[in-house]
């Protein structure tokens, strides 16, 4: 037995000596198998992105052109239709905002996204009016479910857009066009006026050399010489061009008013939930005027809300007060002192980068997001489409 083990301790060091001068002639890790690599190229923790390139699409939106900041990480391959989460640090406040990537999927050189500004915002009136080339900001990996799933999406496909809710649709495009894909595509693009339409010139490009796509500008504020459609996208418009509804399936992609008239729109012409994918871009500017939000509670309402953190390996609990009408993510965002870092992609209740655990109290979320049920059942929610509705608990643990 003794002889068995001294065998063993024998071959181990071996085994040892073996590796320290591996690791000095080639250091390579030691699972090294090529899948690893593989998943890091697919999924990066983070990337780094240098702003290229600077174009301006309209009075208030703006194109930015990155390319990998670290010349030996390939930006990450994704789907047309998918986003990025960018994030950036505004005087000291560090926060991030999904933007869809405009650009082809079918080439990596460069990621495009397109920004429009909000008027009362905060992170597009940075990179509007702040971003230059050469700057590099930190951003997810591509995320996000608003891509053609070729197994249950068939082969006819209605994209309907607002404003800035193109951009999406811009890579999905370009896509089906590069790689001549056999699919009818219906586009309803609408937009306040003429100077509005984004991409215009690309869009007029495809529709010309490819009739299985047709592209439907709808305009709510028409100038005089408009003599396209005008109002809202109605179902008499959709049916209008695409006949009939049958075996079609729908995306909607755009601020929260649009896709809320839309989604009655597709509910009269009798379409199941299940042909409809939508992506609605940010949280609502007034949370009161969303159906369940409780009528006790004003927009000047703050509470008090209880952190249990980690802070230089020791557990602390820290007190903050927030007002109610704000997602409880931008409000944890805004005490920089603390120090918290919780992860955000698409800050609309989908990806779930930002778990964090409810310990007590109530808080509202949007009526759109899906929770899974392992979330629910152990107290997770997801602060990024959370607004606290009394004084609470949550415990922040990276
Ligand atoms: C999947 C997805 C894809 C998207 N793609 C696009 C796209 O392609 N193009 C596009 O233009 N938009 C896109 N959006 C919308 C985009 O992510 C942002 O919601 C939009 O740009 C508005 O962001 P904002 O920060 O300017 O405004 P808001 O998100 O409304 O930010 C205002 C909020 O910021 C916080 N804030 C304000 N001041 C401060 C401060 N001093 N310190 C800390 N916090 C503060 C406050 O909480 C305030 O409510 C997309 C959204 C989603 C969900
Ligand atoms: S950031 Fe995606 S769920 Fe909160």
């Given at each position: 037995?003794?002889?068995?083990?001294?065998?063993?301790?024998?071959?181990?060091?071996?085994?040892?000596?073996?590796?320290?001068?591996?690791?000095?002639?080639?250091?390579?890790?030691?699972?090294?198998?090529?899948?690893?690599?593989?998943?890091?190229?697919?999924?990066?923790?983070?990337?780094?992105?240098?702003?290229?390139?600077?174009?301006?699409?309209?009075?208030?939106?703006?194109?930015?052109?990155?390319?990998?900041?670290?010349?030996?990480?390939?930006?990450?391959?994704?789907?047309?239709?998918?986003?990025?989460?960018?994030?950036?640090?505004?005087?000291?406040?560090?926060?991030?905002?999904?933007?869809?990537?405009?650009?082809?999927?079918?080439?990596?050189?460069?990621?495009?996204?397109?920004?429009?500004?909000?008027?009362?915002?905060?992170?597009?009136?940075?990179?509007?009016?702040?971003?230059?080339?050469?700057?590099?900001?930190?951003?997810?990996?591509?995320?996000?479910?608003?891509?053609?799933?070729?197994?249950?999406?068939?082969?006819?496909?209605?994209?309907i857009a607002g404003g800035?809710g193109?951009?999406?649709?811009?890579?999905?495009?370009?896509?089906?066009?590069?790689?001549?894909?056999?699919?009818?595509?219906?586009?309803f693009?609408g937009?306040?006026?003429?100077?509005?339409?984004?991409?215009?010139?690309?869009?007029?490009?495809?529709?010309?050399?490819?009739?299985?796509?047709?592209?439907?500008?709808i305009?709510s504020?028409?100038?005089?010489?408009?003599?396209?459609?005008?109002g809202f996208i109605t179902k008499e418009k959709i049916?209008?061009?695409?006949?009939?509804?049958?075996?079609?399936?729908?995306?909607i992609v755009g601020n929260r008013a649009m896709y809320s008239f839309i989604q009655e729109q597709l509910e009269e012409l009798?379409?199941?939930?299940?042909?409809i994918?939508f992506?609605l871009?940010?949280?609502?500017?007034?949370?009161?005027?969303?159906?369940?939000?409780?009528?006790?509670?004003?927009?000047?309402?703050?509470?008090?809300?209880?952190?249990?953190?980690?802070?230089?390996?020791?557990?602390?609990?820290?007190?903050?007060?927030?007002?109610?009408?704000?997602?409880?993510?931008?409000?944890?965002?805004?005490?920089?002192?603390?120090?918290?870092?919780?992860?955000?992609?698409?800050?609309?209740?989908?990806?779930?980068?930002?778990?964090?655990?409810?310990?007590?109290?109530?808080?509202?979320?949007?009526?759109?997001?899906?929770?899974?049920?392992?979330?629910?059942?152990?107290?997770?929610?997801?602060?990024?489409?959370?607004?606290?509705?009394?004084?609470?608990?949550?415990?922040?643990?990276?």
């Amino acid at each position: 037995m003794e002889k068995e083990i001294m065998s063993d301790v024998k071959k181990y060091q071996k085994l040892e000596k073996l590796k320290k001068w591996r690791d000095e002639v080639q250091p390579i890790p030691w699972y090294f198998d090529g899948l690893e690599n593989l998943c890091d190229r697919i999924h990066p923790e983070k990337q780094f992105l240098q702003v290229t390139d600077i174009k301006e699409l309209s009075k208030d939106t703006k194109l930015f052109r990155f390319t990998s900041a670290k010349f030996n990480k390939p930006l990450a391959p994704f789907r047309a239709g998918q986003y990025i989460g960018l994030i950036v640090d505004i005087n000291g406040v560090r926060t991030s905002r999904p933007f869809s990537l405009v650009s082809s999927p079918n080439q990596l050189a460069y990621y495009e996204l397109g920004v429009k500004r909000k008027e009362i915002g905060f992170v597009s009136i940075y990179l509007l009016d702040k971003l230059k080339v050469g700057d590099i900001l930190e951003a997810t990996e591509p995320l996000g479910d608003l891509y053609y799933n070729r197994v249950f999406h068939g082969k006819d496909l209605v994209f309907i857009a607002g404003g800035s809710g193109i951009t999406p649709f811009i890579s999905m495009l370009r896509d089906i066009t590069e790689q001549n894909l056999k699919l009818n595509v219906w586009l309803f693009f609408g937009c306040l006026t003429e100077d509005d339409i984004l991409f215009r010139e690309e869009l007029e490009d495809i529709q010309r050399r490819r009739p299985n796509i047709k592209i439907h500008y709808i305009l709510s504020e028409p100038g005089l010489g408009w003599d396209g459609a005008c109002g809202f996208i109605t179902k008499e418009k959709i049916l209008d061009e695409i006949k009939s509804t049958e075996k079609k399936f729908f995306y909607i992609v755009g601020n929260r008013a649009m896709y809320s008239f839309i989604q009655e729109q597709l509910e009269e012409l009798n379409i199941s939930k299940s042909r409809i994918i939508f992506e609605l871009f940010g949280v609502p500017d007034d949370v009161t005027e969303i159906i369940g939000w409780p009528k006790d509670i004003t927009a000047s309402k703050k509470v008090k809300i209880t952190l249990d953190l980690i802070q230089q390996g020791k557990k602390v609990q820290e007190t903050i007060e927030a007002p109610c009408v704000e997602p409880l993510l931008n409000s944890l965002e805004k005490e920089m002192n603390l120090g918290i870092i919780i992860n955000s992609g698409c800050r609309s209740g989908a990806c779930a980068l930002c778990r964090t655990k409810l310990k007590s109290g109530k808080i509202f979320m949007l009526p759109e997001v899906k929770m899974r049920e392992i979330d629910h059942e152990f107290g997770f929610i997801h602060p990024c489409v959370s607004y606290p509705l009394t004084d609470i608990e949550i415990e922040i643990l990276n």
